[in-house]
Antibody, heavy 123, light 108 residues
Framework: QVQLQESGPGLVKPSGTLSLTCAVSGGSISSTNWWSWVRQSPGKGLEWIGDIFHSGTPNYNPSLGSRVTISVDKSKNQFSLQLTSVTAADTAVYYC????????????????WGQGTLVTVSS | DIQMTQSPSSLSTSIGDRVTITCRASQHISDYLNWYQQKPGKAPRLLIYAASRLQSGVPSRFSGSRSGTDFTLTISSLQPEDFATYYCQQSYNTRGLTFGGGTKVEVK
């Protein structure tokens, strides 16, 4: 089964750029899945950040505007998140997840998740 | 965006009780509704997809149903390991996935 592992700095300065990578194992990033990022602010609910297909077509949460970029590196079987101009409101546990999608039924769901990584925005 | 409204936000219950959690979509989403369970410090776990389909490995005491834009997650007989927070998530708009606010199931 697919396993996901996030990595990246746990502390980012205000106005800086948050950068995380998710390594995919047990499956190919070139599968039919969409590769996603979801975050959870301390004590709060889940927020979808965006996702990407292996061909490089991304979808982003409109609430994050142009601050977010998700990319795929097929050679390393991993995908990445960049969030620019961060503030304290971006402090959260960031999860990478695989969104299984069926083109015949249109159904999709987050089947596999990484363990999550806490990113704190602070000077 | 499609808004997902969960109720209640928390509930206190006992082992063996029947538990019902509701999620209402702000518009028609057909059966594109998933349920997840999250325990403290852990990633969410998929329980139900497509409103009523049980994910492999999930106990049969969990079930899901739909009536219009209202969705229900039912735990038929609560077990100790079921104390957790539950989230619904719509996948109708794949360019704007959204979650409900969560329901925390606590011990009475």
């Amino acid at each position: 089964q697919v396993q996901l592992q996030e990595s990246g700095p746990g502390l980012v300065k205000p106005s800086g750029t948050l950068s995380l990578t998710c390594a995919v194992s047990g499956g190919s990033i070139s599968s039919t899945n969409w590769w996603s990022w979801v975050r959870q602010s301390p004590g709060k609910g889940l927020e979808w950040i965006g996702d990407i297909f292996h061909s490089g077509t991304p979808n982003y949460n409109p609430s994050l505007g142009s601050r977010v970029t998700i990319s795929v590196d097929k050679s390393k079987n991993q995908f990445s998140l960049q969030l620019t101009s961060v503030t304290a409101a971006d402090t959260a546990v960031y999860y990478c997840a695989s969104l299984e999608y069926s083109s015949t039924s249109g159904l999709s769901y987050f089947a596999y998740w990484g363990q999550g990584t806490l990113v704190t925005v602070s000077s | 965006d499609i808004q997902m409204t969960q109720s209640p936000s928390s509930l206190s219950t006992s082992i063996g009780d029947r538990v019902t959690i509701t999620c209402r979509a702000s518009q028609h989403i057909s059966d594109y509704l998933n349920w997840y369970q999250q325990k403290p410090g852990k990633a969410p776990r998929l329980l139900i997809y497509a409103a009523s389909r049980l994910q492999s490995g999930v106990p049969s005491r969990f079930s899901g149903s739909r009536s219009g834009t209202d969705f229900t997650l039912t735990i038929s007989s609560l077990q100790p390991e079921d104390f957790a927070t539950y989230y619904c998530q719509q996948s109708y708009n794949t360019r704007g996935l959204t979650f409900g606010g969560g329901t925390k199931v606590e011990v009475k």
